[in-house]
């Protein structure tokens, strides 16, 4: 069995700041892991993922993410928010071999003002 | 480019009252699969279908019902609705277990049952 947890249900933040928003992860077999952004009236879209290979994975608009495997996270970072970066975010684990199960965490609503 | 396509955005029933919730892709997806998002809980997996003809249960499956008579379409049957569903309803599709290729979800049906 896997399992998520993210420990911040709400994190406020202003613009120009930075960020991090935690994930921490249970399994007892290898994982692929996820990070997703949902905007308001939205579904999911993928912003982040990490399979194999370079443990620093990046994404277009700015975010990165690490895993660090003896310490079971993949925490979300990124240098300088912007207001549009308001969403919540899901952070998301699956085994290789049946990555489209997804097991997602609770969620963390990023909230960023002027 | 429609993507997933769900139906309709908001309903609203009585219980003991049935309904299907429509899903829709046009990306000739064979992976399909329905969350429910709850507030604290993320999402979480109801069914999904690994192919036309092929369905299986997820995390919550009870009160549910689902089938997958063409490649197209995913939809999830209430047969007998509890206030307990209310919730978000996310239905998501991607390619045959690829993990090269993400989930896509539809944006959502939000149903409420009094």
Request: net charge neutral; proline share 5%.
């Amino acid at each position: 069995a896997q399992s998520v947890t993210q420990l911040d249900s709400q994190v406020p933040v202003f613009e120009e700041a930075p960020v991090e928003l935690r994930c921490n992860y249970s399994s007892s077999v290898s994982v692929y892991l996820f990070w997703y952004v949902q905007y308001p009236n939205q579904g999911l879209q993928l912003l982040l993922k990490y399979l194999s290979g370079s443990t620093l994975v990046k994404s277009i608009n700015g975010f990165e993410a690490e895993f660090n495997k003896s310490q079971t996270s993949f925490h979300l970072r990124k240098p300088s928010v912007h207001i549009s970066d308001t969403a919540e975010y899901f952070c998301a684990v699956s085994q290789p071999g049946t990555a489209s199960k997804l097991t997602f965490g609770t969620g963390t609503r990023l909230q960023v003002t002027l | 480019n429609a993507g997933v396509t769900q139906t309709p955005k908001f309903q609203v029933l009585k219980t003991g009252q049935s309904m299907t919730l429509q899903c829709a892709q046009d990306m000739n997806h064979e992976y399909m699969s329905w969350y429910r998002q709850d507030p604290g809980m993320g999402l979480r997996l109801i069914h999904y279908s690994v192919g036309a003809g092929i369905t299986d249960q997820g995390e919550v499956p009870n009160g549910y019902n689902v089938s997958r008579s063409t490649t197209e379409d995913f939809p999830l049957r209430l047969l007998s609705a509890a206030p307990s569903q209310t919730s978000v309803y996310f239905c998501a599709s991607t390619r045959q277990s690829s993990y090269n290729s993400p989930l896509h979800f539809g944006n959502g049906t939000r149903l409420t049952v009094t």
